[in-house]
């Protein structure tokens, strides 16, 4: 054999060990992608799913994952711990598409869930399959009414760090939801529901083309149409006290429960991190919401939100933040409505000092002939206010 050959089967015997190294580095790393996968999509209580990368323009911003409701991938009447663990891992830039269930319709006042929803004029084969599984198999272990999704983990997220949750898209699950009154709750404790009743909830079916909800009053009047503006009422991340998990109704700086109606499709929430991973959750769906939410609940329905979760390191916030492309969101949040509102009028003065350069005192006088301050909800132990920062109103000292 001449060297020339020689070196020509040498050459070729390079290129077939070099494809086949190739060949099985992409089969080890299928088989690793699997592997660290199939806890999450071959359990039958946790399943999620890659659905591909996402763009923004010509930008991509990671991968989109679909997180279904089962019954390892919720809990019920709690929020989770720094110790729970996460159903899924995701990085700065990727999008969370999350199945949420609502608790109206399955909490145990409600008596049996589809004698229930059928007699508010629901057909059985629309009730959300769901809804009935995690009545039957999740444990509520929480005195919360709340059925809660996640908890998912932000790599390289620590205290500090915000976490940003952009509400991309929101669908209909079921064309129903439920309002309640219930247990001397709400803005009228002892007062209503009326006649010391345990509970007074109505079903509303849900018109998802013309975007309404047929409210029947009781006493044969007409029916009354409210306009639908879903949002997920409970949107958070885990807090770094384990008790203040023990119950899913009170928000607090981790977010949770703040039920803010402005924080729809197109919202941003920013929540300061406060445990290793953030541990990102959401539920609480509503169709619409009122500020004050003063029966206890909005109407309640279950939803399919797109979130977009974006870490941003160094940010310096205390408490939870809303922006829409309108507007910011000062939130304040306690027990005491009138610290409350102390809370949320300092949140602003912050934004507008930071955000603008005005100085706290020109803030306050501004704030007080422009800025409109709103209760967002009295009915969850911790209650809310926010202000309402128009961002026009600021542009002559920062133009878009």
Known sequence: ???????????????????????????????LI?????????????????????TTGSTTTGQTYYVKSEPGNVIWGELFKPDSPP????????RITMETVSHEGILPDQGETVAFLTAGGIAEQDILPDQLTIKADVEKTGPGPHVITGPIYMEGAEPGDVLEVKTLNIEYRVPYGVISNRHGRGALPGEFPENDAPI???VIPIDKTRQIGMFHPSNGLSSLEIPLKPFMGLVGVVPANPEDAKNSVPPGLYGGNLDI??????????????????????????????????ALTAIECSLTPTFELTLHKGMNLATPMGETADAWYAIGLDQDLDEAMKKAVREYLRIANEEYGLTKADALLFGSAAIDFEVSQVVDIVKGIHGVIPKTLFQPLKPQ
């Open 200 to 202: 007074y909830t109505k």
């Open 1 to 31: 054999m001449s060297r020339a050959w020689f070196n020509q089967g040498l050459r070729v015997l390079k290129k077939f060990r070099v494809q086949w190294s190739m060949a099985i580095g992409l089969g080890v790393a299928v088989a």
């Open 87 to 94: 159903i899924l891992r995701v990085k700065s830039g990727d």
């Open 261 to 294: 109606k402005h924080l729809g499709i197109g919202s941003s929430l920013y929540l300061p991190v406060q445990v290793p991973g953030a541990l990102f959750y959401s539920g609480d769906p509503h169709c619409a919401q009122a500020n004050g939410e003063v």
């Open 34 to 54: 699997t592997g660290l996968l199939s806890p999450v999509q071959s359990a039958p209580t946790r399943e999620v799913t890659v659905i591909g990368q996402t």
